[in-house]
């Protein structure tokens, strides 16, 4: 059996270096204390927000999902819950789930987060591939 509480602590104490990498820095709404993980409880959410250089992200446990989203707002007060889209999505039952599945699910989000952001605050635009044209194509003309 899993605690969800200690669950996402995990989950966000694995993500730290990466996301310090991509320069976010956890959120702390206002009157939170700044000695522990500054964690929302709101309905039937429980979610964590970091801010960026003009964006922010937010990982969320609602149901019996843990979330990773992603929003261009500057901060996470400016972000209503609307504005942040999906990175990706896991499953994690507390009756069911162990330690093994939260680190599967940091490393999910890792790899998320270091393939979103490229050495900085900023998503990274895709690279087209380059298609190779022989000189015996550009002679005939193909080209």
Do not use: W
Not at 15 to 37: C, I, Q, W
Not at 74 to 80: I, N, V, Y
Request: charge should be negative.
């Amino acid at each position: 059996m899993l605690d969800i509480s200690e669950a996402l602590s995990a989950i966000v104490n694995g993500l730290d270096e990466t996301v310090k990498n991509a320069g976010f820095s956890l959120y702390y709404p206002e009157g939170a204390d700044k000695r522990s993980l500054p964690f929302v409880d709101e309905d039937k959410r429980k979610y964590i927000c970091y801010d960026g250089d003009g964006c922010s992200l937010k990982i969320e446990f609602s149901g019996r999902t843990v979330s990773l989203f992603y929003a261009d707002s500057a901060t996470s007060d400016a972000a209503g819950n609307s504005d942040y889209a999906s990175l990706s999505t896991s499953l994690l039952e507390a009756e069911t789930s162990d330690e093994k599945d939260v680190k599967y699910i940091t490393e999910e989000f890792i790899e998320t987060i270091e393939n979103k952001f490229a050495g900085g605050k900023k998503p990274k635009a895709a690279k087209k591939n380059i298609q190779t044209v022989s000189k015996t194509a550009v002679k005939n003309g193909a080209y």
